[in-house]
Structure formats: structure tokens, C-alpha cells
């Protein structure tokens, strides 16, 4: 059974940078878009990032200039690079996977801590 599993959260202050990643665990035979969401306390999941199979983007507006996606088809891994963290990029990060036609797959997430 497929899983997708994010590392790279963590306490960072704000100005710093984390890199976020997103592997697959498990045989699969291909990925059509993946994307990142986050989710803050008391807050709805926000679509952060996404990134299709021939490699277009789309961010958050809140984001832009900031955070860049990128993805290893090779490896079935997805990154996100976070730059100039603020306080209000505290969340769970999810990494969100369509890898077939109503195939989604959700990782577990990882806690993302922009505090001083």
C-alpha cells in the first residue's frame, strides 16, 4: 500500500528557511499532480503550493516569492523550500498526491513553528 510521508518541519525563527519534503512509500507507477496544504489552528487547510507532472506551479499568493515547489519524478518526491518564514506560516504542512484518476493520497504532515 502506497504512503506518502513529509520530514523537514521543525522551530525556525522568523527571516530563516526549512525545506520540506514529500516521499512515497511504496511501488507506484506514476503521479499526476502533487501540492502542499497547511493548516493552522482554529484555521481551514489552505492549498499552499502545486505542481503538475510537466512541472507547473501555483502558489498561494501569501507565499509567492517565498516558497518554491519542486518534485523528483524519478523519485516520487516532492520538496518545498520555504524562505523567509513569517509567524504566520505556523502549521501542519500536508502533502496532497493524485496519482490516478481519483487516486488521492494525504501524508500525516508535519508541524512547521516560525517563532522567536
Known amino acids: 500500500q502506497v504512503q506518502f510521508v513529509e520530514s523537514g518541519g521543525g522551530l525556525v525563527q522568523p527571516g530563516g528557511s526549512l525545506r520540506l519534503s514529500c516521499a512515497a512509500s511504496?511501488?507506484?507507477?506514476?503521479?499526476?499532480?502533487m501540492g502542499w496544504y497547511r493548516q493552522a489552528p482554529g484555521k481551514q487547510r489552505e492549498l499552499v503550493a502545486s505542481?503538475?507532472?510537466?512541472?507547473?506551479?501555483n502558489y498561494a499568493d501569501s507565499v509567492k516569492g517565498r516558497f518554491s515547489i519542486s518534485r523528483d519524478n524519478a523519485k516520487n518526491t516532492m520538496y518545498l523550500q520555504m524562505n523567509k518564514l513569517k509567524p504566520e506560516d505556523t502549521a501542519v504542512y500536508y502533502c496532497n498526491v493524485l496519482a490516478g484518476p481519483g487516486m488521492w493520497y494525504w501524508g500525516r504532515g508535519t508541524q512547521v513553528t516560525v517563532s522567536s
Open positions: 511504496g511501488t507506484i507507477s506514476g503521479i499526476y499532480s
Open positions: 505542481i503538475t507532472s510537466g512541472g507547473s506551479t
